[in-house]
């Protein structure tokens, strides 16, 4: 049986990940930062693990909680949005974005990427196409887009140093969501972002190189 671990899976994208893989007879491995929405994940059939990507112990921990696992696909897809406003940052906000936006994933994807190697698979961070600096065309949202730009190069260093050792490593625009991120006017439901990231890391050739692609498979520039 495959299995994929979902960092991430509350809500949103990342539950509708969870609940896809696990109707497609996978094992699924879903992390939540509330008890009560482990428990709502475990009653759709994933075994949950509680984890705050902002806590530095619990990142740590997770390496031998899953000690011993072997993972087709890894997704981090934890992530948050920050001010919607362009003003003057605050500390806590740039440390709120940047600590679950790129901190998280500098700890997390060098303890996964190994148990991804074990069976040359899949490992994906969900980023964006406002992380991009070949095709920017505006500034809005310049701290969501400096961390998911961060994300990016963490992404990159990571398969430089697991892709030869059988990680494929990918960047996944998952597209403008109906999510609590997305707002209501969004284009894309969950159900259809969720199932085209699935197909574009189904279909996804084995690279020691990263890409960056949108949820339907496209390339996007770095």
């Not at 509708?16 to 709502?40: F, H, K, M, N, P």
Request: proline share 5%.
């Amino acid at each position: 049986m495959a299995t994929t671990l979902i960092i991430g899976a509350s809500r949103g994208i990342g539950h509708e990940l969870a609940r896809q893989y696990l109707d497609s007879g996978w094992r699924v491995i879903a992390t939540a930062r509330q008890a009560d929405d482990c428990a709502a994940l475990a009653k759709l059939g994933a075994q949950t693990q509680r984890l705050d990507v902002t806590d530095m112990e619990g990142c740590a921990a997770l390496g031998w909680k899953l000690d011993g696992e072997h993972l087709d696909v890894a997704i981090l897809n934890a992530g948050v949005y920050g001010p919607r406003h362009d003003g003057f940052p605050l500390q806590t906000d740039f440390d709120d974005v940047m600590h679950t936006n790129v901190l998280a994933a500098m700890r997390l994807l060098p303890t996964v990427a190994p148990m991804v190697c074990a069976v040359r698979g899949k490992l994906a961070v969900i980023s964006s196409h406002m992380g991009s600096l070949s095709e920017r065309g505006n500034p809005t949202g310049s701290l969501y887009r400096a961390s998911k730009a961060a994300l990016n190069s963490v992404l990159i260093d990571t398969a430089l140093k697991y892709g030869p050792l059988g990680a494929t490593c990918v960047a996944i625009h998952p597209g403008w969501v109906r999510t609590d991120l997305g707002g209501p006017s969004a284009d894309l439901t969950p159900q259809q972002s969720a199932q085209g990231i699935r197909s574009t890391l189904a279909g996804l050739a084995s690279s020691d190189r990263a890409s960056f692609l949108n949820h339907d498979g496209t390339p996007i520039g770095w």
